[in-house]
């Protein structure tokens, strides 16, 4: 099995392979990839084992095997993997999120009055249930032992949705983590382009952090913009991650910083390297791995940064909205199946 790869590597190397018109994927060498060699491939490496013992598949296992036992991990990746771009008319577009942190209570208080909610049966079940409006302006889950804090602003709680994950401190200085439990099934729109409809924001000025700004200083009409996205997100409690990890992606496991990249798992095979080359003001070459999800993140082109915890954190995602493109790193055989096709 682990000789396969390098018997291939030479063919792929030499761009033997054809590209037929309508063909979907493109081999891309290793040189073609902007700013490989100055990356920190060791540190991609050690976030690829957190969850290649997951993935199926013979390839995939033998690699991870390997990747157990490699010292050199650039030389890991050229040697056993094919660089292949996904070819696509859809614009690329690459985005950031993070885990937040927020002030909050395991009891309902003066200053805490709104709670983050476990799953309630109805959802459990599956289907399309109540709407966000339905579920807050009407109470719909008020008691039936759901609440799993309570914190200060209903829009801390909304942007926690966004993310699918966040921390609540208490005020001892311990914290309660919470990861993505499930979801009314509803689609997710995004309240951006009702801020521009109103006046509010300029369409270039629409960004994560200036739409909660907005919300927060503005807690009325900013909860019946929110009430424009019907979709909402319960979450469960997660007690068995050390805080000096990350949050729990689509993978059950650990997100790392500026390397765990969220993909559409319909092009991507979740836990496998990618080449992100993001532009924008803060431009990003780096090798991420596939790790997680998101119910906006659809399509070849299209992926989410995890950028880590905290405030800091969030302010760089928030500022996170640019075109570039990325490139699947598969194991050879895969990549030659993907380009002659069956």
Request: include cysteine; aromatic fraction near 10%; charge should be neutral.
């Amino acid at each position: 099995m682990i000789f396969r790869p390098l018997l291939l590597a030479g063919i792929f190397a030499a761009f033997g392979l054809p590209v037929t018109a309508g063909n979907s994927y493109q081999p891309i060498p290793f040189s073609a990839l902007n700013g490989w060699i100055d990356d920190d491939h060791a540190a991609a490496l050690e976030a690829f084992k957190v969850t290649c013992g997951d993935m199926s598949g013979e390839d995939w296992q033998a690699l991870c095997a390997v990747a157990h036992q490699n010292a050199n991990s650039r030389l890991y990746f050229e040697t056993f993997f094919q660089p292949i771009l996904t070819k696509t008319t859809e614009p690329a577009l690459f985005t950031g999120y993070y885990e937040t942190e927020i002030d909050g209570s395991r009891a309902r208080t003066g200053r805490f009055q709104y709670p983050i909610y476990g799953v309630p049966d109805e959802v459990r079940a599956g289907g399309i249930w109540k709407t966000r409006r339905d579920i807050e302006e009407n109470e719909v889950l008020k008691g039936r032992g759901l609440e799993l804090a309570w914190v200060e602003n209903p829009a801390d709680i909304f942007f926690m949705q966004i993310q699918g994950s966040g921390r609540v401190r208490l005020q001892d200085g311990s914290t309660l983590r919470f990861g993505f439990g499930g979801s009314n099934g509803r689609r997710y729109q995004a309240i951006g382009p009702h801020l521009v409809a109103l006046g509010v924001l300029q369409e270039h000025e629409v960004s994560a952090n200036r739409i909660k700004q907005w919300v927060l200083n503005n807690p009325k009409k900013g909860q019946e913009i929110v009430w424009e996205n019907p979709a909402y997100v319960f979450f469960r409690r997660v007690d068995d991650v050390s805080s000096d990890r990350g949050p729990l992606g689509a993978m059950n496991r650990s997100l790392t910083a500026l390397r765990t990249l969220a993909v559409d798992p319909k092009y991507v095979t979740l836990g496998a390297p990618i080449w992100l080359e993001k532009g924008g003001s803060r431009p990003l070459n780096r090798l991420m791995i596939a790790q997680d999800t998101g119910s906006a993140i659809t399509g070849p082109q299209r992926a989410d940064v995890f950028f880590g915890t905290g405030d800091q954190a969030g302010i760089a995602a928030g500022l996170t909205k640019d075109s570039g493109r990325m490139i699947l790193l598969l194991p050879i055989q895969e990549a030659r199946a993907r380009v002659l096709g069956p």
